[in-house]
């Protein structure tokens, strides 16, 4: 059953987004599952297949757990195919690894088709490699076009970091067009994140996307969401993302402060 959720527009430097706001985790977990189901549902109506970008992090767990179980046979899993946002660049078996914990909290357990599944090429070295192959791994799929994820999930860094985008990397630097932008970055996180080797997609790539969907909870991600979300220009890196088609921030009330 839905929880009731709170719901409102707003512009976030220039740009709409819809935010709901839910009870708790649980809720904010349910609604984001339907909404990727919905999203799926739409997007087969004009498409032959969906593609998703995953988040790393904690965030997702609770809807990855959904996927797997409740929501696993709603999900045409034959169409999708399944990208990352960013990983950390260990090896999959590290408990650090956003595809490791994907993998061990649902892929592992849905009928997708292996070849439909992309994660992000750790075992390439040096990383600046393994980006530069995840960007041809866009380009192939994409025909050679910008990548149009039809969904990519994000959370949100309590310093108001997304996907490995990092205050310190700032991300106005990076807003080139998606044409002539680099696509995959290999990043070194600032001295205070553990492991500081990434793989990220840049903000035009994620920017390029039909939609992105925020899932943020907690009490320690308040101030993040205030300066982003309730702020009309903030400049934390989770300000500048938005999507071609819809722009979506679930939070939970802890996360909205109230
Ligand atoms: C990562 C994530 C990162 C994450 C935020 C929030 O690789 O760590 O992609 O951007 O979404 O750090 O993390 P939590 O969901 O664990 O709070």
Same mark, same amino acid.
């Given at each position: 059953?839905?929880?009731?959720?709170?719901?409102?527009?707003?512009?976030?430097?220039?740009?709409?987004?819809?935010?709901?706001?839910?009870?708790?985790?649980?809720?904010?977990?349910?609604?984001?599952?339907?909404?990727?189901?919905?999203?799926?549902?739409?997007?087969?109506?004009?498409?032959?297949?969906?593609?998703?970008?995953?988040?790393?992090?904690?965030?997702?767990?609770?809807?990855?757990?959904?996927?797997?179980?409740?929501?696993?046979?709603?999900?045409?899993?034959?169409?999708?195919?399944?990208?990352?946002?960013?990983?950390?660049?260990?090896?999959?078996?590290?408990?650090?690894?956003?595809q490791g914990a994907a993998f061990r909290q649902f892929i592992?357990?849905?009928?997708?088709?292996?070849?439909?599944?992309?994660?992000?090429?750790?075992?390439?070295?040096?990383?600046?490699?393994?980006?530069?192959?995840?960007?041809?791994?866009?380009?192939?799929?994409?025909d050679g076009a910008p990548p149009t994820f039809d969904l990519?999930?994000?959370?949100?860094?309590?310093?108001?970091?997304?996907? +490995? $985008?990092?205050?310190? @990397?700032?991300?106005? %630097?990076? &807003?080139?067009? /998606?044409?002539? #932008?680099?696509?995959?970055? *290999?990043i070194l996180a600032p001295a205070r994140v553990s492991p500081?080797?990434?793989?990220?997609? +840049? $903000?035009?790539?994620? @920017?390029?996307?039909? %939609?992105? &969907?925020?899932? /943020?909870?907690? #009490?320690?991600?308040?101030? *993040?969401?205030?300066?982003?979300?309730?702020?009309?220009?903030?400049?934390?890196?989770?300000?500048?993302?938005?999507?071609?088609?819809?722009?979506?921030?679930?939070?939970?009330?802890?996360?909205?402060?109230?």
């Open positions: 059953m839905l929880e009731k959720a709170d719901s409102l527009r707003t512009a976030i430097r220039g740009h709409e987004a819809l935010v709901r706001i839910f009870p708790d985790k649980e809720a904010l977990s349910l609604a984001a599952a339907e909404y990727l189901i919905g999203a799926v549902e739409t997007t087969l109506q004009e498409q032959d297949a969906f593609s998703l970008a995953l988040t790393g992090g904690s965030s997702p767990n609770r809807l990855y757990e959904l996927l797997a179980g409740p929501c696993r046979d709603r999900i045409p899993w034959d169409q999708l195919h399944l990208f990352w946002g960013d990983d950390r660049y260990v090896p999959r078996d590290d408990p650090a690894s956003n592992d357990h849905v009928p997708i088709p292996a070849e439909q599944v992309y994660p992000m090429p750790v075992d390439i070295s040096p990383a600046e490699a393994a980006a530069a192959a995840y960007q041809e791994t866009l380009l192939d799929f994409f990519v999930l994000l959370g949100l860094g309590g310093d108001g970091h997304i996907a +490995s $985008l990092f205050p310190e @990397n700032h991300p106005e %630097r990076s &807003l080139t067009s /998606v044409d002539e #932008a680099t696509w995959v970055q *290999a500081r080797s990434r793989l990220t997609l +840049s $903000l035009p790539a994620i @920017n390029w996307s039909r %939609r992105v &969907l925020f899932i /943020v909870h907690g #009490a320690q991600k308040q101030e *993040a969401v205030r300066k982003i979300v309730r702020e009309p220009n903030g400049t934390l890196p989770g300000a500048y993302v938005h999507a071609r088609r819809q722009l979506c921030w679930y939070v939970d009330k802890a996360a909205w402060g109230v």
